[in-house]
């Protein structure tokens, strides 16, 4: 069963934010990422969403369209049903 627990995020000037999550939660079976790994945030009405992330989601497919061309026809799907191009 996944652990609740109570963070803290901190603010930087110029260089973004820190969440602070407590060991009880990251080290619950559960949890869903590693040390290190890159997550995609989605904002919602007074929420936060953490979500592991695909490497076609990280890039600006509307700059490449040579590149996007080029790619299997799944991977061009999945680009056009997250609305990427």
């Known amino acids: 069963m996944p652990r609740r627990g109570f963070g803290r995020i901190t603010f930087f000037k ?3 934010a820190r969440l602070y999550i ?8 559960s949890f869903p990422f ?3 790994e890159i997550v995609k945030i989605d904002i919602g009405n007074s929420s936060l ?3 592991a992330v695909e490497w076609w989601e990280m890039l600006d ?5 040579e590149t996007y061309e080029k790619l ?6 999945k680009i056009k049903n997250a609305c990427l191009i």
């Open 22 to 29: 407590p060991e009880k939660v990251i080290s619950d079976s």
């Open 49 to 51: 969403k953490l979500e």
């Open 72 to 77: 299997p026809e799944e991977t061009k799907a």
């Open 61 to 65: 497919w509307k700059t490449m369209p």
């Open 34 to 36: 590693k040390d290190g």
């Open 14 to 16: 110029k260089s973004g």
